[in-house]
């Protein structure tokens, strides 16, 4: 069964250019990262990182007792969390999902406008009616969503358990209506046979990976074997030696026997893959393929929007809290419970 894709409405996403960020001496970032750590214990903050952000964000959350992980795991250690503040170095549907496990909890963003072009991508008025149309459906969506969006889910999923929920659901006979990334949604179909209905939305950096140019990167690395995340598309994920989460890839690059690996998804994991693998080469995958431009270059614009100069603000001044209305937190946990409590019986 081919899943199928609805021409839904698409609005003009703006992407941004990658920010210019001041260049500090050695001296200044050092001074600066000591003072983002006396301001987190002033606040009783934590700091929870996601993989594509900056490697120096990422290395000062693992030094002061933060989390540096994928989505799922950036929600469960919110919730686990005995801090006062949450700080989320990622996009803003991270610092929602945080805002929704912890109303309690004072959440902190470097940058409110670091979105997604998925969530962007996904109107939550248009997808509403969208469900409307099909009420026969289990509504499945995708983390990176807005607050609304998944208020309106039966489900909220991650990459890294999107296959196990589906099939999950598909053997329980249930027709699923999945949103927004469709080449992710496509690949969850193809794995688990489930009737899928696919909004159509894609994510910047990995819908620039181009199979041809895959191709002929392969042909000068023979040896190298090929990560790919599943947002990316058919002709990219086809080439994979290993399809999956951005957990799931890293765990490739330190598993594997392999010297070389081509990576088609943000080259923000590179920071962690070092770090798991550090005898290991990285080459990141081809993009828009010889004299083409691309938005996004194999990095996430809204990603770079985290930096040591707005987390320190953010921290100082409590400035890019996440507020949402409580009706809608209260209906959108329920999307987000579901997929915790299915991961923890899973184990």
């Known amino acids: 069964m081919k899943p199928q894709t609805v021409n839904t409405p698409s609005p003009h996403i703006e992407v941004p250019p990658h920010p210019q960020w001041p260049m ?127 208020a309106r889910a039966d489900w909220t999923v991650t990459s890294g358990i999107a296959l196990d929920i589906v099939r999950h659901l598909h053997e329980r006979g249930e027709k699923i209506l999945w949103a927004p990334d469709k080449h992710l949604g496509r690949y969850v179909q193809r794995q688990t046979g489930a009737d899928i209905l696919l909004w159509d939305g894609s994510c910047v950096v990995h819908e620039e990976f181009k199979g041809f140019a895959l191709e002929r990167l392969r042909r000068l690395h023979p040896e190298a074997a090929v990560l790919v995340h599943p947002e990316s598309p058919d002709e990219v994920v086809s080439q994979a030696d290993v399809v999956g989460s951005t957990t799931a890839l890293i765990k490739a690059v330190k598993e594997l026997p392999n010297e070389e690996f081509i990576v088609a998804t943000d080259d923000g994991i590179f920071w962690k893959m070092q770090q798991a693998a550090p005898g290991k080469k990285l080459i990141s995958a081809p993009t828009a393929g010889e004299g083409a431009t691309c938005e996004s270059c194999a990095h996430c614009p809204w990603m770079a929007m985290n930096a040591l100069h707005n987390l320190e603000t953010a921290l100082r001044e409590g400035r890019g809290e996440i507020h949402i209305d409580e009706a809608v937190r209260q209906r959108a946990v329920v999307s987000i419970q579901r997929m915790l409590d299915f991961a923890e019986r899973r184990g």
Do not use: W
Not at 36 to 49: F, G, S, T, W, Y
């Open 24 to 150: 500090l001496s050695p001296a200044e970032r050092e001074a600066l990262r000591e003072h983002i750590k006396q301001l987190m214990r002033e606040r009783d903050a934590v700091l929870v990182a996601h993989y594509y952000v900056d490697g120096e964000l990422q290395s000062l959350a693992e030094e002061t007792g933060g989390c540096v992980a994928d989505s799922l795991e950036m929600a469960r250690f919110g919730a686990r969390s005995d801090a006062r503040t949450l700080v989320v170095c990622g996009v803003r549907f991270m610092g929602e999902t945080a805002k929704i496990l912890n109303p309690e909890k004072t959440v902190l963003m470097p940058d409110l406008g670091a979105t997604c072009s998925l969530d962007e991508g996904c109107p939550a008025e248009a997808f509403s009616a969208f469900c409307d149309q099909h009420p026969d459906r289990t509504v499945v969506v995708y983390a990176n969503t807005s607050a609304e969006v998944k």
